[in-house]
């Protein structure tokens, strides 16, 4: 296929299309948010959540018997915040940090979810049959429906993001000062929390649990190379989300044979290398660069030349 026929596809195919948009769509709402998340340092919140959802998925299988992409989104929503909720009550209430009872929501609640996985796929019942493509994620099953209640729910997330934009501003650079003006801190990052859980739960089927985690964390990482605004950052980080998804389909369509939630995480992971490397002010070329030219000028100084 040439890049002819690969852009045909991506506007007229309907699996390539219909693939193209949603892991757009979630690119730019993982982005979006992972960038609060990553400023916040919860960046590992984020793989907590996705691995706690598994467990609701399965279990909101169990129970309704629909694979309808609402009702399984539902039961990882639920499970999402279960895992948030119970983190935040081990961290408080014992004398572990938050590291350690992220570590012990994520291995619990995966390992449950892998249980119930198990149990499944001995149950002759073929009702079940790809639920376990929620592990790693299987982008090319998406269909208009399922593109449809993503970006329902993912616009949903980002009107809310951007209601409470300076709310979210303020938990995120300065809490103290936020809560000495009124504002209700604790509720504001339950609340962006949960718009983070809508993030991940959206992008479950698209590139799974176990990799979930990357595309909240880094487009954000990305984004940061190359800016010191807020606003600015936000809107590069879902950007780089959607490329790196419309990108991933692309490869998989071309290479044939590959899966397009890993293929999507290496486009993102490059897209992050690439910031790390090359953004300038906060690149690893460019301080270099600049650390040599003033190391260069220092010794003129000392030499009792001019810089």
Known sequence: MDLGQLLHSLFFDYTVRTVALGTAILGIVSGMLGAFAMLRRQSLLGDAISHAALPGVVLAFMITGLKAPLVLMTGAAVAGVAGVILVIGVSR?????????????????????????????????????????????????????????????????????????????????D???????????SWLEML??????????????????????????????????????????????????????????AISTLAGGLSTGPVIVLCISAIALISLLFAPRRGVLWTEIRRRRQHAELAMVLKGGRP
């Open 93 to 173: 209430h014992t004398r572990l940090k938050q590291d350690a009872a992220l570590g012990i929501v994520l291995a619990v609640f995966f390992g449950f979810g892998l249980m119930l996985l198990t149990f499944l796929q001995q149950n002759p019942d073929a009702r079940q049959a790809g639920l376990n493509h929620f592990l790693f994620g299987q982008a090319a099953t998406l269909m208009e429906r399922d593109v449809l209640v993503m970006a329902l729910f993912g616009g949903a997330a980002l009107a809310v993001l951007g209601l409470f934009w300076k709310e979210f501003k303020l938990l995120s650079f």
């Open 175 to 185: 809490r103290e000062f936020g809560a000495t003006l009124g504002f209700p801190m």
């Open 192 to 249: 962006l929390t949960f718009l983070l859980v809508i993030a991940i739960v959206i992008g479950l089927q698209a590139v799974g649990v176990v990799l979930m985690s990357a595309m909240i964390v880094a487009p954000a990482a990305a984004a940061r190379q190359w800016t010191d605004r807020l606003g600015l950052m936000v809107g590069l980080s879902g950007f780089f989300g959607a490329v790196a998804g419309v990108t991933g389909t």
